[in-house]
Every structure is written in structure tokens, then in C-alpha cells.
């Protein structure tokens, strides 16, 4: 972690008198809680039709709004938490002199900066709930400008027909210890996923590592501004968070790769290293707020507040009761609408405070402690407490790992402390909501915590243990059916796909009962195409489509291609096609040839009586071409030997099978394509 920093924040309607030993002209922060919303506004559900429902939601993305609703009924997604604060009320606050530095809409409170003599102004203020007493500003020069982004080469790409687990250099061990590869190998790279990460400081637009990084905004908290570079004479206030942010986001294959490097991300700069103050935390909750807005599905924070500068306030140990400080009641709001808060434990294991700092000891953060390569617990690494809930929650990977240098913008460095195990369980948890997308918050942790490695002997220490994505997923194609992300070929006017697919199964099968569907809709014209893949329980399955006419379109053609097992939609996912290049790539550890094998559908389909099954090889090899029902049961077997190449064709006479649905299987040599079959008698 950056620091342990902590406060002790109350709730509670008290008036705190300023230190006697203050000076009128002394500048200090208080936190000002407000009674309301403004005109007696106080908490409630806003439904689409209350007039306060537009302006609650102004600031809320459609991404934010459709998070929301995966763990939230409809009456409950927005409130009047949503509303900012009353503009009056900020209006009387500044009129008495001080000047607001920070406010959360969430606990409807303002940070103010001033003297002791408009202290006593703010106390009169009718709206005013409560107020809390923070730290003397020390004199500070003007902010500094930002400095000037560099540009270098882009970053290399991976070499062709490789494995990406073959290029992981220096973070391989990490990312074998984590279960990445795993994942990686299967075509899940965090796909789909939105991750914001809170820290000091990125250097993401100059180290080769982070360049190609998807980030799609940034806010800085601290000078109020939409850049998170380094201010010039600040050394290394942004070296934190660029190590950390690589972990996930890193791409430099044959040096470096993060966990999830095909997330989208979002970069807020809410910690000033200059100093140890209780704005931190509200700098903490506003960048919360901004990322929750913007749809973001996890957040990883490698900082923490446990100690802060004299004379202010220090936490005390009964504080630490996930609910209180102020920082951890920002992570329980975020955590129910719907995003999974991700915290560094605290790297105070070894020292007379060795608790888990704020705010991972929040009742719904993930706080995760760090361990070695062999799953040992960091003696650095903060503990739990003792006679209430749980902490920490897991534990990953935090000592020798690797990750960018700032100081060096083509360097891969090592570190240490639970600053780089939190990322490296954000990116587990990516991987496991890019697989399912719609998993919930508690499910992504479940599944980390039933399968890490001290599940049945969490203790506050490891938590649950060390969480491995491999095993995870294992348990998750146990519940639920999911596909990598795809990759394609696409040569002679035929594209081929292919997919990873894991779905349940009873012990001793090999296949699934029900063919997954893949429809391909080209947006500009509407044309759409179809086929279907009778896919492994657990590898790779392939897609076969004729499309003679695309990727002859100046720029190339755009596909969206949607895979679905009966009526569940496992992926939609965008394709562009210009010449014989199909992109994007995918991780996925396997190569894709466009089949030069042809089955045309049926003829007729639905049929009465027999129907004529059409197909053409290239070559001379062994065909079998089965029909199988919905069950997944063989009903007839129509070739099932060596033919030459050239097209053929073979009756079927389904006399004496039951009506409904089939499906037909070609397999010629190391090709296989599946197509529906309708029987209505």
C-alpha cells in the first residue's frame, strides 16, 4: 500500500468545538453533514416518474443504470442518494468564507478548508447535521501544472500462431500462481469487463506496458482537474499506480502481461502523497462515486488510511467495524449498487498496528492480504480482527511481482506488499465477469473464496486463501455454461470460428446435449447467417460460415456475432473483417483454419417423410455424419466412411423416430459443423 492511513469518522449528530489551540488565522478541514437534500428531501426510492428522477440521473451512465439492475428491482435503483448536493446549501457554505475542497453525494457531505473564526459561522448554519474536525493545513505553493504526455513506437504484438502464456516474461510466475494462464488459454482476457483503479497517480499514456491499455477516462480528485499524470516536482507520485494499474492492464508480450489486459479502464487520482490527511477519504469517496456513475463493474484501491499527520485523528480499533469511517461507508453504498469493491489489506503485519486499514475492512470490500510463489503468508501483510466478521477476505500474490516502472517507460520492475496483490485479484475477478457478464458482485466472490486454496480454514491472515482463476472457473462451468472470447479465420469467402466452451455435465460425458448457436448479423446491410457447433464440455469448438462477399468493402465489414445455447445468450461480441484479416484477436490458445468442408441445410427442413443432406470435401478423408435429438442421443448413423473428395449427398427417412427437434453432425477428418433438423410428421 501506498500508506496506512486511518481516520475515525462518526456519524453521529455531535458539534465538535475547534482545538483552543488554534489560531484565528490557522486553516483547517471540516467534514460538514448535511440534514437533507434540500427542502426536507430526505431518503427515498425515485422511480422514472418522480420529478427528482431526472436530476438524480443526469450523471448516471446507461452502463451505471444497467449494473444497477442486475442486483437491484426496478423501484430501488435510483434514490435520492443520487441527487447532488442541494446547490442553495453549497451557496450558504461558501458565502460564509470557507472554501469546499470536496462533497459526496452518497453521505450528503461537504469538506470545507478555513479558519476557525468561519468555523464558528458554518456552526449556524440551519441545514448543518453535524460536523467533524480535520487536520491544519500546512502552507503549500500553487498546484503545478501537468506535465507534457511523451509518445514512443507502439508496443509489439504478439508473434503469430504463439500461445499467449508463452509470452508472459516476467510475469509469469505471477500469472501461473493466479490461474491467469488458465483463463488466457481459454480466450478470456477481461473482454467486456469495466475496472477503475484509484490511485495516486498513471503513467499510462508513456510506459510501453500501459499504452495500449483500453482507458476510456480519468479524473484527479486532488487538484480537481481530468489528468492523472505526474505534477512536476512530485517524485514518483506516480509510480504506485502505474505498477499496480500494469498488473491488470499490462501488454507488452515476451516481457510483460497483466491479468486482464483486453478491460476497459477508468484511472481516478484520489491520494496526495505530499501528506496524511482526512480529505484523502473524501477524495476516496468522490472518485468512488464518479467510477460507480460511469457503469464500472469492479474497483481496485492499493491504498488505505489508518494513521494520519498530527493533530489529526487517528482510527481506534473499535472503529474498524466495517460501517464507520468514512471511506468504508463509500465502498458498503457502491457495493449495493452493484460493483465489487477490491482493497489492499495493509502492509502493517509486522508492526504494533497490524490490522487491516480502511477502507478494506468495510464490510463489502474484498480485502486481500499477500503471499509469496508458494502461497506463504507475507509477514508484512495486515491482519484480521478478532470477534467480528472476517478479514482479510482472500489473499494473492503480493511478493516479487512484476509490473511497470515509471521511472523508465520500457522497464518491467518487481515489488512487493498487499498494493500488488489487490490488483492481481481485481484482474482474477475480471476474469470471471468477463466469462459470465452477468454474474453478480457476491457470485464473482464466492466463487474466488470457495475455491482459494484456505476455504475450509479461513483464518485473519490468508481470509479464504490464496484465489486461484483455474479453479474458479472449474467451479463455475459446474453451475453455468460460458465461451471464451472467439477467435476467427476468415480465406476464400468462408470465416471460421472458434470458442472455447465449458458448460455442466455428468461425469463420463463428452459432449452437450444441445448444439451452441452462432448468428452473425452484418449491421450495415441486416443479412444474417447461422450455424451451429455440437461443442465439448470443456474445449474448443469450431463454426463454419459462407460469406463469399465480405471484407471487400473499402475499411472492411462489421459483424456482431452472438452465441446462444437454446435460448441463453453466452457472448455477443464485435467482428471486423478487411481482406482475409478478421479481428480482434483473442488470447484464445488454438488455431483457426477456415474449413474448407461445406454442409448446406437440409432439403427439406421441417420434412414430412425423408429429406437430402448435402455436403463437399476437399480431400479424401473419413466422414461421419450422425443425427442426434434433443437429448444428445445418436438416433441414426447415415456415413461413417472413408469418401473421396468431392460433394455428396445422403437420404434420410426419420420413419418411425418421434416429432420435433434434431440435429445432424458432419465430421470429416479434423472438421465438424452440426445444423438443425425439424421433423413434423
Known amino acids: 500500500m501506498i500508506r496506512t492511513l486511518l481516520l475515525g469518522l462518526f456519524f453521529a449528530c455531535v458539534l465538535l468545538a475547534p482545538p483552543a489551540t488554534l489560531s484565528q488565522d490557522s486553516l483547517r478541514y471540516y467534514r460538514l453533514y448535511l440534514k437533507d437534500k434540500g427542502a426536507g428531501i430526505t431518503f427515498r426510492y425515485l422511480s422514472p416518474g418522480d420529478p427528482l428522477y431526472p436530476q438524480a440521473t443526469a450523471h448516471l451512465t446507461p452502463r451505471a443504470l444497467q449494473r444497477r439492475a442486475k442486483v437491484l428491482p426496478e423501484n ?92 508472459y516474461g516476467l510475469a509469469t510466475t505471477q500469472n501461473v500462481v493466479m490461474g491467469f494462464d488458465q483463463a488466457h488459454q481459454m480466450g478470456i482476457a477481461g473482454e467486456g469487463v469495466l475496472i477503475g ?22 479524473r484527479d480528485f486532488v487538484y480537481g482537474d481530468s489528468s492523472t499524470y505526474d505534477l512536476p516536482g512530485e517524485v514518483n507520485s506516480e509510480g504506485h499506480g502505474t505498477i499496480v494499474a500494469s498488473t491488470i492492464a499490462g501488454y507488452l508480450p515476451g516481457k510483460f502481461i497483466g491479468g486482464a489486459p483486453r478491460a476497459t479502464f477508468l484511472f481516478a487520482r484520489t491520494e496526495d502523497i505530499r501528506r496524511e490527511r482526512n480529505i484523502e477519504e473524501d477524495h476516496y469517496v468522490a472518485g468512488l462515486e464518479w467510477l460507480e456513475s460511469q457503469g464500472v463493474d ?33 465502498i458498503n453504498k457502491a457495493a449495493t449498487l452493484g460493483v465489487l469493491c477490491v482493497n489492499a489489506a495493509g502492509n502493517d503485519g509486522a508492526k504494533s498496528w497490524r490490522y487491516v486499514g480502511v477502507p478494506a475492512e468495510a464490510d463489502s470490500a474484498v480485502a486481500v492480504a499477500a503471499v509469496d510463489s508458494a502461497g506463504q503468508i507475507a509477514a508484512f501483510s495486515s491482519r484480521g480482527f478478532r470477534g467480528r466478521g472476517l478479514k482479510p477476505d482472500v489473499a494473492a500474490m503480493g511478493v516479487k511481482v512484476f509490473g511497470a516502472d515509471a521511472s523508465d517507460t520500457a522497464r518491467i520492475t518487481s515489488a512487493q506488499g498487499t498494493s500488488l496483490a489487490s490488483p492481481l485479484a481485481t484482474a482474477a475477478a475480471a476474469l470471471l465477469l468477463s466469462a459470465r457478464p452477468d454474474l453478480k458482485p457476491w457470485e464473482v466472490r464466492q466463487l474466488l473464496t470457495s475455491t482459494a486454496d484456505h476455504a475450509t480454514s479461513p483464518d485473519t491472515a490468508y481470509g479464504y486463501g490464496l484465489i486461484n482463476v483455474g479453479r474458479a472457473l472449474l ?8 465461451i471464451g472470447f472467439p477467435k476467427a479465420g476468415y480465406a476464400n469467402g468462408r470465416l471460421a470460428v472458434i470458442g472455447w466452451v465449458s458448460a455442466p455435465h455428468a461425469a463420463g460425458t463428452e459432449a452437450t446435449a444441445r448444439p451452441i448457436t452462432l448468428q452473425a448479423v452484418n449491421p450495415a446491410t441486416g443479412e444474417q447467417w447461422e450455424a451451429q457447433a455440437i461443442p465439448p464440455y470443456s474445449g474448443i469448438a469450431q463454426w463454419n460460415l459462407d460469406l463469399p462477399n465480405l471484407g471487400k468493402t473499402p475499411g472492411g465489414d462489421s459483424l456482431v456475432l452472438t452465441f446462444t445455447l437454446g435460448t441463453e445468450v453466452l457472448r455477443t461480441t464485435g467482428l471486423r473483417i478487411e481482406g482475409e484479416a478478421a479481428t480482434p484477436a483473442s488470447f484464445l490458445c488454438g488455431e483457426v483454419v477456415p474449413t474448407q468442408t461445406i454442409i448446406t441445410n437440409a432439403a427439406p427442413n421441417p420434412l414430412r417423410g425423408q429429406t437430402t443432406i448435402t455436403f463437399s470435401i476437399e480431400r479424401d478423408t473419413h466422414v461421419a455424419l450422425r443425427v442426434f435429438n434433443t437429448l444428445g442421443q445418436q438416433v441414426a448413423t447415415l456415413i461413417d466412411a472413408q469418401l473421396p473428395a468431392g460433394r455428396h449427398s445422403v437420404r434420410f427417412n426419420p420413419a418411425g423416430l418421434p416429432s420435433g427437434a434434431y440435429h445432424y453432425s458432419l465430421v470429416a477428418g479434423s472438421e465438424a459443423s452440426s445444423a438443425p433438423l425439424i421433423y413434423l410428421p
Open 76 to 167: 430501488q435503483r435510483v434514490s435520492t442518494d443520487d441527487l447532488p448536493i442541494y446547490q442553495p446549501y453549497l451557496d450558504a457554505i461558501g458565502s460564509t468564507g470557507a472554501e469546499i475542497a470536496q462533497q459526496s453525494r452518497w453521505l450528503n457531505s461537504v469538506m470545507v478548508r478555513t479558519d476557525s473564526a468561519t468555523y464558528q459561522k458554518l456552526l449556524a448554519l440551519p441545514f448543518l447535521d453535524s460536523i467533524r474536525t480535520a487536520r491544519t493545513l500546512q502552507p503549500m505553493p500553487n498546484p503545478f501544472g501537468k506535465s507534457t504526455a511523451r509518445t514512443h513506437d507502439d508496443a509489439p504484438h504478439a508473434k503469430a500462431g504463439e500461445c499467449i502464456t508463452n509470452q
Open 197 to 218: 483503479v484509484m490511485d495516486a497517480g498513471f503513467d499510462w499514456r508513456n510506459h510501453l506496458a500501459l499504452r495500449n491499455a483500453n482507458v476510456i477516462g480519468e
Open 298 to 330: 469492479i474497483t481496485n484501491a492499493s491504498l488505505g488510511y489508518t494513521t494520519f499527520d498530527p493533530p489529526e485523528q487517528n482510527h481506534t480499533y473499535a472503529e474498524l467495524d466495517g460501517k464507520t469511517a468514512f471511506a468504508s461507508r463509500g
Open 475 to 482: 467451479k463455475l462451468s459446474q453451475q453455468k455454461p460460458f
